[in-house]
């Protein structure tokens, strides 16, 4: 062996640890690095699932929930000409049936725009977009100018300006106290149509 060979032996050794190190370090990176990566994506999915499955489940809660309306008002005339207000403390329209709308504690105001209107209270009511009409139910009262009465329930067209009720109905009017089976308001409430098991007291002047 010569002098040049021995003194190049050592550099050659430690070149080839370095070289053996670095191929070392390459190996574990060529498995680490794929397995980083899979492991971000797999995060990234998870992520992405996660926020799906739960925006999923919020949705329908949201979409399920019926239109309020906080005192609403509705404005409207009849075929006539005559109009009428209607307000009530809540309308929520119906989630099953779109045309349907359920009023809270409601009042009516028919022929506002007259001398005498009449204002009709009640505890609830139905109010039906497609069909224009109104009902009226619970501890219904009718004040007017000409008469002031309580019955259990009321149903108001829209469309004709007519109001009718099947029930009891009883109170007083121009000419005394009355009670009916049913009744009908007509002509901006000038004209009271009673029927059914008619009684009354009438007042002389």
Not at 73 to 88: H, I, K, P
Not at 186 to 195: H, I
Request: proline content about 3%; hydrophobic content about 40%; charged content about 25%.
């Amino acid at each position: 062996m010569t002098d040049a060979a021995i003194s190049a032996a050592p550099g050659s050794r430690r070149d080839f640890a370095r070289w053996r190190r670095r191929s070392r370090m390459i190996r574990r990176l060529r498995v680490l690095l794929p397995g980083a990566i899979a492991l971000i994506l797999l995060t990234m999915g998870g992520f992405v699932v996660h926020a799906t499955v739960m925006g999923g489940r919020a949705a329908p809660a949201e979409d399920d929930e019926p239109i309020q309306l906080v005192n609403p008002r509705f404005v409207g005339r009849d075929d006539q000409g005559r109009a009428f207000v209607l307000t009530a403390q809540v309308a929520v329209r119906d989630e099953g049936d779109y045309q349907r709308v359920v009023l809270e504690k409601p009042t009516l105001i028919l022929d506002e725009e007259g001398a005498n209107p009449t204002r009709i209270t009640a505890k609830s009511g139905v109010y039906r977009e497609d069909r224009r009409v109104l009902n009226l139910d619970g501890g219904v009262k009718m004040n007017g100018a000409n008469a002031n009465f309580d019955t259990a329930s009321s149903i108001f067209n829209t469309a004709t300006g007519e109001l009718e009720g099947q029930g009891q109905i009883s109170g007083v009017g121009s000419l005394g106290e009355i009670t009916a089976k049913s009744y009908g308001v007509y002509d901006k409430g000038e004209r009271l149509v009673f029927k059914g098991g008619v009684r009354g007291q009438i007042n002389s002047k």
